[in-house]
């Protein structure tokens, strides 16, 4: 009973350098979302993807790629860490249907630091 | 306008009173309404969707009102244990999920 698993939990990198965030989600939902979250912001989205193989801006898409290849993963990828980048992502999913969309569900998050 | 607006607070209330926090939305084609509940450092979670005729669910009960594009949540009894941010999320059905900055909320023994 996974949920929503998000790979690493916190990682340390250092200016221009990439990286791969990963969620999996093993419910079958189709909307999976990227976040971050910075103290007095509060969420804001990243990227979302309304199904395999698809994939749009959110808010704050500046600076990170993301790649749906599987249903069942969402990767978020950082091709040149820059400081400003250092914060808490969280990736989540849920059921939609062009009337409404249910809850959505969360990873537990991943603690970003980029020095 | 920002999408999805909340007074961030801190409301800072003694054990056992009641609390009411309101959200406004801008997108009026919005379909879905929900709170989560956010501990310091943890991720989001469900508090309770909130549907046009309203719902209670034990100490909390959700409104919502689409003439004014806000909804509500209302804490009564508070406990200790309720302390935490409470974000306001909206939808618009085929739209992502868009939240609210937060508010914080203290329960004080």
């Known amino acids: 009973n996974a949920g929503v698993t998000q790979t690493p939990k916190f990682r340390v990198l250092k200016t221009g350098q990439s990286m791969t965030l990963l969620c999996a989600q093993d419910?079958?939902?189709?909307?999976m979302y990227w976040y971050r979250q910075d103290p007095g912001m509060g969420l804001r989205l990243i990227h979302y993807s309304v199904g395999e193989g698809t994939t749009a801006k959110g808010e704050v898409p500046d600076g990170y790629n993301v790649s749906r290849l599987k249903k069942q993963n969402f990767l978020l990828g950082l091709e040149s860490a820059a400081p400003s980048q250092t914060s808490v992502y969280f990736c989540?999913?849920?059921?939609?249907?062009?009337?409404?969309?249910?809850?959505?569900?969360f990873g537990q998050g991943t603690r970003l630091t980029v020095v | 306008r920002k999408e999805v607006e909340q007074d961030p607070g801190p409301f800072n209330v003694p054990e056992g009173a009641t609390v009411a926090f309101n959200c406004t939305y801008s997108?009026?084609?919005?379909?879905?309404f929900f709170w989560y509940r956010q501990d310091c450092r943890k991720e989001p979670k469900l508090l309770m969707s909130v549907y046009s005729s309203g719902n209670e669910d034990g100490r909390f009960t959700a409104q919502l009102n689409r003439a004014s594009q806000y909804i509500s949540l209302l804490i009564r009894d508070s406990k200790l244990s309720d302390s935490a941010t409470y974000l306001c999320?909206?939808?618009?059905?085929?739209?992502?999920?868009?939240f609210g900055k937060g508010t914080r909320l203290s329960v004080i023994a």
């Open positions: 419910m079958n939902h189709e909307y």
């Open positions: 997108n009026s084609a919005s379909q879905s």
């Open positions: 989540a999913s849920s059921i939609s249907t062009v009337l409404r969309t249910t809850e959505a569900f």
């Open positions: 999320v909206v939808s618009g059905g085929n739209t992502p999920l868009v």
